[in-house]
């Protein structure tokens, strides 16, 4: 409280004046309130722009990848050659409409005994049998229900005891090392971020893993922006919340 007929305003002792009113006075308020009215502009517009711009740059990243695909159609059919000028994004379309011919064709009888005849005749090629299988492998265990990978988000402590890193179970059934180990060992993989599709493969005791409840998505989602947006968790009720409450005697 300023002292009984004292203006703090007027008062250069007074411990009760205003900071932006004192500014104000001499400018430095209206300065600060500029550059603070400035910078909230520029958070606000960033918000808006990052996730524009990554979209953006994202679906590029895939336009030109999938445009790759128009080397399969005949030259005169080319967007060059019917409308004179690269069109961008014509690959993702042919590249849908090819998934979908060829989904069409091998769940077929005569299409899945051409495509086993091809498998056959590529497993059997050095080096590029190997890389084929671990593709296909790979492809038929993330991409049907089939398999478990990448179906569950866990927290192990890794690189070392007291730091955790989140990943994903890959494997559960690692005969010759569980053996060799003596340990119920399970494939875990710990993805690097912000580039999820790198990171390292870690055998670890089945006992030490923690099951998180976020999903696949959320887990991806927490990488690929650092940790910023992190899933919402709710605390599962314990026994104590579930128990019927008494009435006051």
Same mark, same amino acid.
């Given at each position: 409280?300023?002292?009984?007929?004292?203006?703090?305003?007027? =008062?250069? #002792?007074?411990?009760?004046? =205003?900071? =932006?009113?004192?500014?104000?006075?001499?400018?430095?308020?209206?300065?600060?309130?500029?550059?603070?009215?400035?910078?909230?502009?520029?958070?606000?517009?960033?918000?808006?722009?990052?996730?524009?711009?990554?979209?953006?740059? +994202?679906?590029?990243?895939?336009?030109?990848?999938?445009?790759?695909?128009?080397?399969?159609?005949?030259?005169?059919?080319?967007?060059?050659?019917?409308?004179?000028?690269? %069109?961008?994004?014509?690959?993702? %379309?042919?590249?849908?409409?090819?998934?979908?011919? #060829?989904?069409?064709?091998?769940?077929?009888?005569?299409?899945?005994?051409? @495509?086993?005849?091809?498998?056959?005749?590529?497993?059997?090629?050095?080096?590029?049998?190997?890389?084929?299988?671990?593709?296909?492998t790979f492809s038929e265990t993330v991409?049907?229900?089939?398999?478990k990978s990448f179906k569950q988000v866990?927290?192990?402590?890794?690189?070392?005891?007291? /730091?955790?890193? @989140?990943?994903?179970?890959?494997?559960?059934?690692?005969?010759?090392?569980?053996?060799?180990?003596?340990?119920?060992? @399970?494939?875990?993989? @710990?993805?690097?971020?912000?580039?999820?599709?790198?990171?390292?493969?870690?055998?670890?005791?089945?006992?030490?893993?923690?099951? /998180?409840?976020?999903? +696949?998505?959320?887990?991806?989602?927490? /990488?690929?922006? /650092?940790?910023?947006?992190?899933?919402?968790?709710?605390?599962?009720?314990?026994?104590? =919340?579930?128990?019927?409450?008494?009435?006051?005697?």
């Amino acid at each position: 409280m300023a002292r009984a007929g004292v203006n703090p305003l007027a =008062d250069p #002792t007074s411990t009760d004046r =205003d900071p =932006d009113v004192d500014d104000a006075g001499d400018g430095k308020g209206d300065r600060r309130s500029f550059a603070r009215r400035l910078r909230n502009h520029l958070i606000a517009g960033l918000l808006i722009w990052i996730p524009v711009m990554v979209t953006v740059w +994202v679906i590029r990243f895939l336009s030109r990848i999938l445009d790759q695909s128009l080397v399969l159609l005949p030259p005169p059919w080319r967007p060059e050659a019917l409308f004179g000028t690269y %069109i961008p994004g014509v690959g993702i %379309i042919l590249s849908f409409l090819l998934l979908v011919l #060829t989904g069409i064709v091998v769940r077929n009888l005569f299409g899945g005994q051409i @495509v086993e005849g091809f498998e056959n005749l590529v497993r059997r090629i050095p080096v590029i049998g190997s890389v084929y299988g671990g593709a296909k492998t790979f492809s038929e265990t993330v991409l049907t229900d089939k398999g478990k990978s990448f179906k569950q988000v866990v927290l192990v402590e890794f690189p070392r005891k007291g /730091l955790f890193s @989140v990943g994903f179970i890959t494997s559960e059934e690692m005969e010759e090392v569980q053996a060799r180990t003596e340990q119920d060992v @399970v494939c875990f993989f @710990v993805p690097t971020t912000p580039n999820p599709t790198t990171g390292f493969l870690v055998a670890v005791d089945r006992n030490e893993i923690v099951r /998180l409840d976020m999903t +696949v998505d959320e887990a991806f989602k927490m /990488l690929l922006t /650092l940790g910023v947006v992190v899933p919402r968790w709710q605390r599962p009720p314990v026994a104590a =919340d579930l128990a019927p409450q008494q009435p006051p005697p």
